[in-house]
């Protein structure tokens, strides 16, 4: 083997390598789990089922490898030509051509019809309680509360949701501040670009739909334990959907590669209880009402009092 040859191959199994931990990598950004090896699980009936699909199609998958290899390393052992084995003269057997023709098909069959239906929920975003905007910027994300309820929201303010100002400063070059030291204030958890200065509060229990585009480049707007995924793209409205019964915080990232801030745009959903929610939308609003009184009163300049007699 030339020395050329083997520099190749050391760089060949060197960029599998790269590629392998950018993809172990991207898979957990979301929300990283320490040693994740597989899908999470989510936490909408959405998300379950499409771990549910993607473990029957991974079986599905072990179980051929286990027919087809251990098929072939039979072969290889029991029938190789140091122990005198003679190749067979038979050219053709129409039952084991049917069977492996048939069995395949069934098989996709078998995948195909629930991965549509599947496909189909996702997509069916009627019924809606909630409705929300969501605008992609380079680089932060815009919330606006449409309807709830039956009803237009109209006096709930538009959340800026940006990468938190530590987790900003810590990525600066020679800021002096260790990503390590980035943690949240609440669980101690280790935070560095994952947390946002204001997330998206919506209600547990609630179907919530999202309203998503984009106002200058493509953005994708992701949260995987919503099973919530859709391309933010200038000119077009793209919809998905959740109803999460459990409250908590969850994390998403934007998915699509739209410059070099692209990792600064975590996706951080607050979920409610419903109650709760209520209690956060209406206060919400009092303070806009508030906010708009004050700043009518600046610019009003004081009415004269009329003279009497």
């Not at 605008?135 to 959340?159: A, F, N």
């Not at 919530?208 to 077009?236: E, M, N, Q, S, Y």
């Amino acid at each position: 083997m030339t020395m050329s040859s083997s520099n190749s191959k050391r760089r060949i199994v060197g960029t599998g390598i790269a590629l392998g931990a950018l993809l172990v990598s991207m898979a957990a950004a979301a929300n990283p789990v320490p040693w994740q090896m597989n899908l999470p699980q989510g936490v909408t009936k959405v998300s379950h089922q499409i771990w549910d699909l993607h473990m029957a199609a991974l079986w599905v998958c072990v179980g051929l490898a286990i027919v087809v290899y251990g098929a072939m390393f039979i072969a290889i052992v029991r029938f190789r030509r140091s122990k005198g084995a003679v190749a067979g003269t038979w050219h053709e057997n129409r039952v084991l051509e049917i069977a492996w023709t048939a069995l395949p098909v069934l098989i996709l069959a078998g995948l195909a019809a629930p991965a549509t239906i599947l496909t189909r929920d996702m997509y069916n975003a009627t019924d809606s309680q909630m409705t929300v905007k969501v605008t992609g910027y380079q680089w932060l994300w815009r919330y606006d509360y449409i309807s709830y309820d039956g009803k237009p929201v109209t006096k709930v303010p538009t959340v800026w949701s940006r990468l938190a100002w530590d987790s900003n400063t810590a990525r600066q070059l020679d800021s002096g501040v260790s990503p390590w030291s980035v943690v949240d204030k609440q669980t101690g958890e280790h935070d560095y670009l994952l947390n946002v200065t204001e997330p998206l509060v919506i209600p547990a229990g609630v179907k919530v739909r999202f309203l998503i585009t984009a106002d200058d480049v493509i953005h994708g707007w992701w949260v995987p334990d919503f099973a919530a995924k859709r391309d933010a793209i200038p000119g077009i409205m793209n919809d998905a959907w959740a109803k999460v019964d459990k409250p908590g915080i969850y994390r998403g990232q934007c998915y699509v590669l739209c410059g070099q801030d692209h990792s600064a745009m975590p996706i951080v959903v607050k979920v409610l209880p419903k109650d709760q929610f209520n209690a956060w939308l209406a206060a919400q609003q009092s303070k806009a009402t508030l906010d708009k009184a004050a700043r009518t009163a600046e610019v009003t300049p004081p009415q004269p009092v009329p003279a009497k007699g």
